[in-house]
């Protein structure tokens, strides 16, 4: 039965979706800051194949479609491994995997903003690798990266919206549900929109005060 009104079921309806758009995205930031940093420390530490095999890995990932990624892995993957797949875990693996590549990418270039004098300095005084990333590496490619960071996060949140076309009931999805019920497009594609609008300015405000906290902190205080 098609109803041309709304009801006060669609609000929860929109609600189920705009949670499971948040869970996603909060998931696969995690997991993809977790192996982007990994990769990247690979390469700091110049690891022997491993280093190499992450930088083609963030390469494939960052330079091909993510809706063809996401096709992939829910539809090759199960096939290939001879296992199952619901669409949730194929967008969990493929944003994840996505959000990696370009984390990859931020860090390294965090790390080599760094003057490799401050480098050299520090290991003149003793300072083994480890305590040269932890103390002077780490403190100034943070501030560097938290705004390049803030750039994809916001783009990633556009990117789950993708994961509808595999049958993930996410905001997007429930924004086609409501369009095909009530024949309102103008009505509920905006306000898919504006929810969408609202999560991107309150990432891009909280990593805008993280960067100005990390860069009061790396500040040259004198002597």
């Given at each position: 039965m098609r109803y041309a009104e709304f009801?006060?079921?669609?609000?929860?309806?929109?609600?189920?979706?705009?949670?499971?758009?948040?869970?996603?995205?909060?998931?696969t930031t995690v997991i993809g800051l977790m192996l982007g940093l990994a990769w990247a420390l690979l390469r700091y530490y110049r690891t022997p194949l491993l280093a190499p095999l992450a930088a083609l890995l963030a390469e494939l990932?960052?330079?091909?479609?993510?809706?063809?990624?996401l096709f992939l892995v829910f539809f090759g993957l199960p096939v290939l491994l001879q296992t199952d797949l619901t669409p949730v875990e194929a967008a969990l693996i493929t944003?994840?995997?996505?959000?990696?590549?370009?984390?990859?990418?931020?860090?390294v270039s965090a790390i080599e903003s760094v003057g490799r004098d401050q480098l050299e300095t520090a290991r003149v005084f003793g300072l083994s690798r480890w305590q040269c990333l932890r103390h002077v590496?780490?403190?100034?490619?943070?501030?560097?990266?938290?705004g390049p960071l803030a750039g994809?996060?916001?783009?990633?949140?556009?990117?789950?919206?993708?994961?509808?076309?595999?049958?993930?009931?996410?905001?997007?999805?429930?924004?086609?549900?409501?369009?095909?019920?009530?024949?309102?497009?103008f009505i509920v594609w905006t306000v898919i929109g504006l929810l969408y609008y609202l999560m991107a300015r309150l990432i891009a405000a909280s990593c805008a005060r993280a960067e100005a906290r990390l860069r009061v902190h790396t500040e040259w205080k004198g002597l």
């Amino acid at each position: 039965m098609r109803y041309a009104e709304f009801t006060p079921h669609d609000l929860l309806l929109l609600l189920q979706g705009l949670g499971v758009s948040v869970g996603l995205f909060a998931a696969t930031t995690v997991i993809g800051l977790m192996l982007g940093l990994a990769w990247a420390l690979l390469r700091y530490y110049r690891t022997p194949l491993l280093a190499p095999l992450a930088a083609l890995l963030a390469e494939l990932l960052k330079n091909s479609p993510v809706l063809v990624q996401l096709f992939l892995v829910f539809f090759g993957l199960p096939v290939l491994l001879q296992t199952d797949l619901t669409p949730v875990e194929a967008a969990l693996i493929t944003l994840s995997g996505n959000t990696a590549a370009f984390v990859y990418v931020i860090a390294v270039s965090a790390i080599e903003s760094v003057g490799r004098d401050q480098l050299e300095t520090a290991r003149v005084f003793g300072l083994s690798r480890w305590q040269c990333l932890r103390h002077v590496v780490t403190p100034q490619a943070a501030a560097f990266g938290v705004g390049p960071l803030a750039g994809l996060l916001v783009n990633q949140l556009q990117v789950t919206s993708l994961i509808s076309v595999i049958g993930v009931v996410d905001l997007t999805k429930v924004g086609a549900i409501l369009n095909l019920r009530t024949l309102k497009p103008f009505i509920v594609w905006t306000v898919i929109g504006l929810l969408y609008y609202l999560m991107a300015r309150l990432i891009a405000a909280s990593c805008a005060r993280a960067e100005a906290r990390l860069r009061v902190h790396t500040e040259w205080k004198g002597l």
